[in-house]
């Protein structure tokens, strides 16, 4: 129980952050087809950003993180604008590649400015310490975590639900066609749905930056989570982006507790594998019936 307890309390905010990358996968996929193999190393880029303010500049913290994430917003956009929207006959397996170069080339870039020394510790964001609860110690950067990622995902489902902006996302991940001949401007809509994912990628990167230290590669393995749970309880669910980052995170955690991480990616991408043979749309995925 000593291990156990703890293990899940950190297991769960762990998968917070997994979820808030699966959602950002989910929604960028239902509102344009595609999903961002950049997203990691766009939040990383971003991550490095503050912590040049921080370290460079001196600048105040919660200043350079608003600026961290205004950066990463207009990241967002000015890629989507200047290397995504502009398809060949609409293909998306073309934009999917693209996604993958970009990853490549913000690697490059921050190696190109930021290689020697890495990694680098960045400076607490969260409560250093914890406390002890009948023998057990408990990590208040833990509850943190959990208690941001929760805010930030009630705040976007209650977005999604009850605004224009929200609504005519829905819309436009149900049909952009139909939204296109409303008057919806999609590729406008589509920029923000971009620059909005690419902050959620950095808010992962900055809350998780005390303990992965920061470097180049530092989001990859969120980023493979986050994947791997948007896909197994499906690209076109919502709350199933949710529910399979904590899954993975309980899982991962409890398991590499006490078993390894080996073990614990054994049993994670085994499992993904079989869901996605049984029911390749993902465990909360809808199949998409096209009348023809």
């Known amino acids: 129980m000593n291990l156990l307890l703890p293990a899940v309390i950190s297991g769960v905010a762990v998968g917070m952050l997994y979820g808030l990358l ?5 929604v960028l996929f239902k509102a344009t087809g595609t999903v961002n193999f950049a997203q990691g190393t766009m939040g990383a880029l971003s991550a490095f950003v503050v912590w040049r303010m921080l370290n460079g500049y001196g600048m105040n913290t919660a200043l350079a993180v608003v600026l961290g994430l205004v950066f990463s917003v207009l990241l967002g956009v000015v890629t989507y604008q200047l290397a995504v929207r502009f398809r060949d006959g609409g293909d998306a397996g073309n934009t999917l590649v693209r996604t993958l170069a970009l990853s490549l080339l913000f690697a490059a870039l921050i ?3 930021w290689s020697a020394g ?3 510790q960045f400076p607490q964001l969260l409560t250093p310490g914890g406390f002890s609860l009948a023998g057990i110690r408990f990590s208040y950067a833990a509850f943190e975590t959990l208690a941001v990622a929760a805010v ?4 976007f489902g209650l977005l999604f639900r009850f605004t224009n902006v929200g609504l005519l996302t829905r819309a436009m991940a149900d049909s952009r066609e139909v939204t296109r001949l409303l008057g919806v401007r999609n590729r406008r809509l589509a920029a923000a749905v971009w620059g909005v994912t690419a902050a959620l990628g950095a808010v992962v990167a900055l809350l998780s930056a005390h303990t992965l230290f920061l470097s180049t590669s530092m989001m990859d393995a969120y980023l493979l989570y986050g994947f791997t749970a948007a896909i197994a309880f499906g690209l076109t669910s919502l709350p199933g982006s949710i529910i399979g980052g904590l899954v993975i995170g309980l899982i991962g955690n ?3 507790t006490y078993q390894g991480s080996d073990w614990a990616n054994i049993l994670m991408f085994g499992v993904l594998v079989v869901v996605l043979i049984i029911r390749p ?6 199949t998409e019936v096209r009348r023809v």
């Open 281 to 286: 749309q993902g465990l909360l995925g809808r």
């Open 118 to 120: 890495q990694p680098f």
């Open 22 to 26: 699966a959602f950002a996968t989910v």
């Open 111 to 113: 190696d190109r400015l």
């Open 152 to 155: 930030l995902l009630t705040g």
């Open 254 to 256: 409890v398991v590499s």
